[in-house]
Nanobody, 118 residues
Framework: QVRVVESGGGLVEAGGSLRLSCSASGTLVGAKTMAWYRQAPGKQRELVASVTNSANTNYADFVKGRFTGARVYLKNTLHLQMNNLNPEDTGAYYC????????????WGQGTQVTVSS
């Protein structure tokens, strides 16, 4: 059973930084894609950043130049360095891990809250 766990959320002032971490455990198979999504109150969940197992990285336009994803492949881990945060970045941040072999499926974590005060 694959388990995805996020950590690193918290409260920060506008202009500050946070580093989120996500790990998928319960399998020796490497995930194909790991990604971060976020959901603000009253809004739909949206993609923030994704990194494939071939190091292809995709960022949402609203985080380009501010957020950086870093994947640790052997540990099925994805970090998200978030700089220059603004109140619009507030929300619950969720990590996903996609497996195309072994435990095939897309697994979600429970989320970690990020709150940016103005």
């Amino acid at each position: 059973q694959v388990r995805v766990v996020e950590s690193g959320g918290g409260l920060v002032e506008a202009g500050g930084s946070l580093r989120l971490s996500c790990s998928a455990s319960g399998t020796l198979v490497g995930a194909k894609t790991m990604a971060w999504y976020r959901q603000a109150p009253g809004k739909q969940r949206e993609l923030v950043a994704s990194v494939t197992n071939s190091a292809n990285t995709n960022y949402a336009d609203f985080v380009k130049g501010r957020f950086t994803g870093a994947r640790v492949y052997l540990k099925n881990t994805l970090h998200l360095q978030m700089n220059n945060l603004n109140p619009e970045d507030t929300g619950a941040y969720y990590c996903t891990s996609q497996f195309i072999t072994g435990p095939i499926g897309n697994y979600w974590g429970q989320g970690t809250q990020v709150t940016v005060s103005s």
